[in-house]
């Protein structure tokens, strides 16, 4: 599986953005998870996504501010990311397996992009 996130930039405080994550090759039955990873601090869990959308994880830090969402027919994961803050900056990774927390279970991960909210 290859994992290809995009949609990165630089907002301001309370904007919004979308990252997406396209996968190609052996994606049937994976979960998609999004991570993030600041400056000087350990990669961290933002949320994840079942291999049918049923069902979603996040982070308490995120928790109605994002949201994740796939289309299958597109192969794209996508964390729609709203009213952000400036702690939200970080390197934002899509990660794929069977499991995808805890860290330790993903199998693949994708190039991060970057997402820098200034206040």
């Known amino acids: 599986v290859q994992l290809q996130a995009s949609g990165g930039g630089l907002v301001q405080a309370g904007d919004s953005l979308r990252l997406s994550c396209a996968a190609s090759?052996?994606?049937?039955?994976?979960?998609v998870g999004w991570f993030r990873q600041a400056p000087g601090k350990e990669r961290e869990f933002v949320g994840a996504i079942s291999w049918s959308g049923a069902t979603t994880y996040y982070a308490d830090s995120v928790k109605g501010r994002f949201t994740i969402s796939r289309d299958n027919a597109k192969n794209t994961v996508y964390l729609q990311m709203n009213t952000l803050e400036p702690e939200d900056t970080a390197v934002y990774y899509c990660?794929?397996?069977?499991?995808?927390?805890?860290?330790?279970?993903?199998?693949?991960w994708g190039q991060g992009t970057q997402v820098t909210v200034s206040s």
């Open positions: 990660a794929a397996g069977y499991r995808v927390l805890p860290i330790t279970d993903v199998d693949y």
């Open positions: 090759g052996r994606t049937f039955g994976t979960a």
